[in-house]
Each structure stands twice: as structure tokens, then as C-alpha cells.
Nanobody
Framework: QVQPVESGGGLVQAGGSLRLSCEASGRTFSRYVVGWFRQAPGKEREFVGAIDWSVGFTVYADSMKDRFSISTDNAKNTVYLQMHDLKPGDTAVYHC??????????????????WGQGTHVTVSS
């Protein structure tokens, strides 16, 4: 099985940028969809975006598609979440997850089987 491992979180000022990494441990992401989710304190887990590794298809939450982008590095077996123009409302724990969801299920956390431990992102005003 594949084990996602996130990194790259930290403290950033509003308007800044941050790139999160999700590296595959154990097996590769080549047969998986990799999704990014976030969870702010006191709130439910929220879909950010996802990429189908094998075809490069990406999908984003409507509220984030203009500021966030997902890419891959095949050689490093890593998925990136690039975030621009960060806002205090983006403060959350960001998780990546791997699974084989259907197209209709790609935005739902329950569609993913393997989860990383999360990385904290704090955006100060």
C-alpha cells in the first residue's frame, strides 16, 4: 500500500505563497488519485483539489481554483499543492490522500484510502 507523507507547511503572511509536498512512501502514486483536503479548527474537512496521477487530470474546489494548483514530479513520486495569495481563512491542517475514487466521488474524503498525517498552514493577517 502507499503511504502519503506531507511537508512544507508553516507560517506565512496574508498574500504570501506556500508549496506543500506529498511524497509517496512504500509504493508509487502511479495508480492513484491524490487528493488534497484541509481542516480548520472547529470545521469539517474540506476538499481542496485532486489529481489523477496516470492522466494528469486535475480538479479543484471552486473557491480555490484561482489561487491553488496541483502538480507532480514523477521522478520524486511527489504531488505538490502550490498556494498563492494566501488568506487567514486558509489556515488549516492540510492532508493529502491517495485512493481510486470515481469521478463523482473525487471530492469526498471517504473515497480515499490512504492518508498522510497532515501539515499545518497558518496565515497571519
Amino acid at each position: 500500500q502507499v503511504q502519503p507523507v506531507e511537508s512544507g507547511g508553516g507560517l506565512v503572511q496574508a498574500g504570501g505563497s506556500l508549496r506543500l509536498s506529498c511524497e509517496a512512501s512504500g509504493r508509487t502514486f502511479s495508480r492513484y488519485v491524490v487528493g488534497w483536503f484541509r481542516q480548520a479548527p472547529g470545521k469539517e474537512r474540506e476538499f481542496v483539489g485532486a489529481i489523477d496521477w496516470s492522466v494528469g487530470f486535475t480538479v479543484y474546489a471552486d473557491s480555490m481554483k484561482d489561487r491553488f494548483s496541483i502538480s507532480t514530479d514523477n521522478a520524486k513520486n511527489t504531488v505538490y499543492l502550490q498556494m498563492h495569495d494566501l488568506k487567514p481563512g486558509d489556515t488549516a491542517v492540510y492532508h493529502c490522500a491517495a485512493g481510486r475514487p470515481s469521478y463523482d466521488g473525487i471530492r469526498y474524503a471517504t473515497s480515499y484510502d490512504y492518508w498522510g498525517q497532515g501539515t499545518h498552514v497558518t496565515v497571519s493577517s
